[in-house]
């Protein structure tokens, strides 16, 4: 069955630390990985995408890792800020009858503190 | 330059009631989605369409019809409204098979 599963479910960091969420999957066959934040009450917002042979993609203080072989993601914040605070889903992408296929995390919930 | 755009933000229906959640992007994408999202789960997909004349079912359509009206509107209609269609509805375009999809911010529906 394909599923994503993240964890932890929820984290609590203060500002200025780092922290990593991780995400682990078995989809197949696999097309890429996406980490979005949803930020409350709004819509998922895209941070990176990866397809099978990229290792590392950053974008500014995010940084997310893809091992294809043990199908596992991580997302790395760097010096966290009071507006990181969000939740944090990952999301595979399989092909199914041509069509790419989504398959949701259910979030990693961040809550940074001052 | 909006982006996705859902109408309305929230609902409240009883059981039974019918209603139609639009969505419309100006990106002139072809793919066009909507999803649920539940508490502790992850967004699911409801109904999707590749192009514009085409939809097609996703994980979770029962209860639901969808419509592309054009190429730029993808509307959702719930024709007797039940308590487990209580959720957050998103919906999402897409330019092509495999890229970014960017989201609405969702309508927020309750049915009692």
């Known amino acids: 069955k394909n599923q994503v599963e993240q964890s932890p479910q929820s984290l609590i960091i203060l500002e200025g630390k780092n922290c990593t969420l991780q995400?682990?999957?078995?989809?197949?066959?696999?097309?890429?990985l996406r980490w979005y934040k949803q930020d409350t009450g709004r819509g998922p917002v895209s941070l990176t995408i990866?397809?099978?042979?990229?290792n590392t993609k950053s974008n500014g203080r995010y940084t997310a890792t893809l091992d294809a072989d043990t199908k596992q993601s991580s997302l790395h914040i760097t010096a966290s800020q009071l507006s990181d605070s969000a939740s944090y889903i990952c999301?595979?992408?399989?092909?199914?009858?041509?069509?790419?296929?989504?398959?949701f995390g259910a979030g990693t919930r961040l809550a940074v503190h001052p | 330059n909006a982006g996705v755009t859902q109408t309305p933000k929230f609902q409240v229906l009883k059981t039974g009631q019918s209603m139609t959640l639009q969505c419309a992007q100006d990106?002139?994408?072809?793919?066009m989605y909507w999803y649920r999202q539940d508490p502790g789960m992850g967004l699911r997909l409801i109904y999707y369409?590749?192009?514009?004349?085409t939809t097609d079912k996703g994980e979770v359509p029962n209860g639901y019809n969808v419509s592309r009206l054009n190429k730029r509107e993808f509307s959702l209609r719930l024709e007797s409204a039940a308590p487990s269609q209580t959720s957050v509805y998103f919906c999402?375009?897409?330019w092509g098979n495999g890229g970014e999809q960017y989201f609405g911010p969702g309508t927020r529906l309750t049915v009692t």
């Open positions: 999301v595979v992408s399989g092909e199914s009858g041509g069509y790419n296929k989504l398959i």
């Open positions: 995400c682990n999957y078995t989809v197949s066959p696999f097309s890429n």
């Open positions: 990866m397809t099978f042979s990229e």
């Open positions: 990106m002139n994408h072809n793919s």
């Open positions: 369409s590749a192009s514009e004349g």
């Open positions: 999402a375009s897409q």
